[in-house]
């Protein structure tokens, strides 16, 4: 096995495609149906199932091995930047995932300020659901994922606390009220995000002994906001989903008041690259973490 093998077996795993990693890696489909065969028969197991209509999968064993060809290939890079690094000249890459609302406000600001310091430095963007970046961080398919911390999210700190809102139609008659209790929600049809989305949601309900009335479940804010303006429920969402609001949603304060925190996780720091540490420390320094801040909208 070599870096170059390495790789092409972890970009198989994510393109689920023989074709798509060999043009990647410059290879031929069958140079590459040449080299998988070749290591399975050197390993004695199977890593990848083929199949010509759901495209490439990995076995079991094959899952738990490409997360140990993850490590070794975020090891090489360590000492490709460690040399760079004695050189004088940050280089490297970073893999940032994040959910949409996260990654719209934070990851173009944090790239900016990186590129005027460090502008060798790479950076590739995936964005998924909250769940689906802590899966990414766990299998190191991603050096950084901004996310909201769950029982399963370790190596992390907070990024940024933005407020929870009470969302309706303009015209609903709690748009009248200047505060929204969990009690004003009872038997309103609600739309509700999943995903990992819901947790600070669904504690700001049980605060008050109260269970919402949940009509749809949905994974995108956009859609939650024109479900709104068709009369379709109410929704209690988050500040930096609300910073571009249509025309005919009125946004309301909670009482009491809540929030949910944006982490920033990573794997163990001791195992990050250089570029990874370089990234975490921008962030930290421009994003200073603070429990009470100006609302970034108006209400």
């Not at 495609?17 to 990647?24: L, N, Q, Y």
């Not at 199977?46 to 091995?65: C, F, K, Q, S, Y």
Request: glycine share 6%; charged share 25%; net charge neutral.
């Amino acid at each position: 096995m070599n870096r170059s093998l390495l790789q092409l077996i972890v970009s198989i795993s994510e393109t689920r495609s023989f074709t798509i990693a060999g043009e990647k890696m410059n290879m031929t489909q069958p140079a590459v149906s040449r080299a998988v065969t070749t290591l399975e028969r050197e390993l004695g197991v199977t890593l990848l199932i083929r199949d010509r209509r759901n495209g490439v999968a990995l076995t079991p064993v094959g899952e738990r091995i490409v997360r140990i060809f993850r490590e070794i290939l975020q090891g090489y890079d360590k000492v490709d930047q460690e040399i760079s690094s004695e050189k004088g000249v940050e280089t490297g890459s970073v893999r940032i995932g994040a959910f949409p609302v996260a990654s719209s406000y934070f990851v173009p600001k944090l790239i900016s300020r990186i590129k005027k310091l460090y502008p060798k430095l790479e950076f590739s963007i995936v964005e998924g659901t909250i769940t689906e970046v802590q899966s990414w961080l766990d299998n190191r398919q991603i050096d950084v994922g901004l996310l909201i911390p769950s029982d399963q999210t370790s190596h992390s700190f907070p990024l940024y606390r933005e407020g929870i809102y009470a969302v309706m139609r303009d015209d609903h008659p709690l748009a009248k009220k200047d505060v929204i209790t969990p009690q004003d929600l009872r038997g309103e049809p609600m739309l509700l995000w999943k995903a990992g989305y819901e947790p600070p949601v669904l504690k700001w309900f049980e605060s008050a002994g109260e269970t919402p009335r949940v009509e749809y479940i949905l994974y995108n804010y956009r859609t939650s906001l024109q479900m709104i303006l068709a009369g379709e429920g109410l929704a209690v969402m988050s500040e930096l989903s609300l910073l571009d609001l249509p025309q005919g949603i009125a946004v309301k304060r909670l009482s009491p008041s809540a929030y949910r925190d944006i982490h920033m996780a990573t794997g163990p720091v001791e195992d990050c690259t250089i570029a990874v540490k370089t990234f975490i420390d921008v962030a930290r320094k421009s994003f200073p973490f603070q429990a009470e801040h100006a609302p970034l909208i108006d209400v």
